[in-house]
């Protein structure tokens, strides 16, 4: 067993984040002592579940949705500055695992977040839990802002998509960084783990929720921007634009601060609104990280 120290850096990337429960599994299952937490985005929603206490809970949860689940949890905004509110979805989480401050959990937990009018980047490491982690979701244009101390908050991956620098100063014995923003399957060096869209040809019903989303989609385009959709549907444009972003970031701020492990998580490995394929993500974020420590050795 390992029996050594951590501080876990969990980046942003959307459902791709659900990879980083199979890495804590991977991590405490071998004698790892996570005793710090620093995450962006789905990284601040896992990273702060973890630190909770509560991360089979949530597991067992997300892995029961359904593709129609998905679009349930979602509640539509018109011209407050994103398409989806974010409220439902957060209350249901707090009804699953309960409200906490940050300062009062058993580990030490920051969420990134983005200070959209002074432009510059946020740690979140005291207050409501679930108010840091809405604030380091609030993706631009898809999830509408946070209003927190009079600062607009939105998604912490804009300016620091993998969050190293909080856990600079940890008394740990080693620091490791999980990189959603990773070259794509076809071009990753990592061959030993399995990815779980080994993509069989789309369903019936893979082409049916697809059409759905994309239809509340472009109907909210059609009512937001007055404008008709286009072959490329908006959720798409903003979602790929996004993650171009921030792969270029993630490669700066790892040559950086140089962690001592890298988890790379190919940045292709579902798509963004993907979350119904919770178990998938979540054996592949394990089985992954057991051949990136593999090739460590």
């Known amino acids: ?20 429960i199979g890495v804590i599994n991977w991590l405490t299952e071998q004698g790892y002592d996570i005793r710090s937490i ?13 630190a909770s206490g509560h991360l089979d809970v949530y597991t067992e949860w997300v892995t029961r949705l359904e593709r ?5 949890l979602l509640d539509f905004s018109f011209g407050e500055g994103g398409l989806i509110k974010g409220e439902r979805i957060i209350r249901v ?3 699953l695992i309960g409200d906490y401050q940050i300062e009062d959990l058993p580990l030490a937990f920051t969420a990134v977040a983005t200070d959209l009018d002074n432009q510059k980047e946020i740690w979140l490491n005291k207050g409501p839990l679930f108010e ?30 993998i969050p190293i620098a909080p856990t600079l100063n940890d008394k740990t014995d080693i620091t490791i960084a999980v990189n959603l923003s990773a070259q794509p399957r076809s071009r990753s060096s990592v ?22 989303i994309q239809h509340f989609i472009d109907n909210l385009q059609d009512n937001i921007f007055n404008s ?15 993650d171009t972003m921030q792969n270029s970031i993630a490669r700066f701020r ?17 798509l963004f609104y993907e979350f119904y394929r919770a178990k998938e993500l979540i054996r592949f974020g394990h089985e992954i990280t057991e051949a990136s420590f593999n090739h460590s050795d």
């Open 132 to 161: 840091a982690i809405r604030a380091s979701m609030a993706i631009p244009s898809i999830f509408t802002p946070v209003t927190y101390h009079g600062m607009r908050l939105v998604d912490g991956g804009l300016l620091n998509p």
């Open 38 to 50: 620093s995450g962006t985005s789905m990284g601040a929603l896992v990273g702060g579940i973890y």
């Open 1 to 20: 067993m390992a029996n050594k120290t951590v501080s876990l850096v969990l980046g942003s990337g959307g459902a791709r984040g659900l990879a980083h």
């Open 228 to 242: 008709r959709p286009t072959d490329i549907g908006m959720l798409d444009i903003i979602t790929n634009s996004l």
């Open 68 to 72: 129609m689940d998905v679009l349930g």
């Open 254 to 270: 790892l040559a950086a601060y140089g962690p001592d492990i890298i988890i790379n998580i190919p940045s292709d490995v579902c």
């Open 93 to 95: 989480l707090r009804e």
């Open 191 to 212: 061959t030993r783990a399995s990815a779980p869209a080994e993509k069989k040809p789309a369903t019936e019903e893979d082409a049916s929720y697809r059409e759905k």
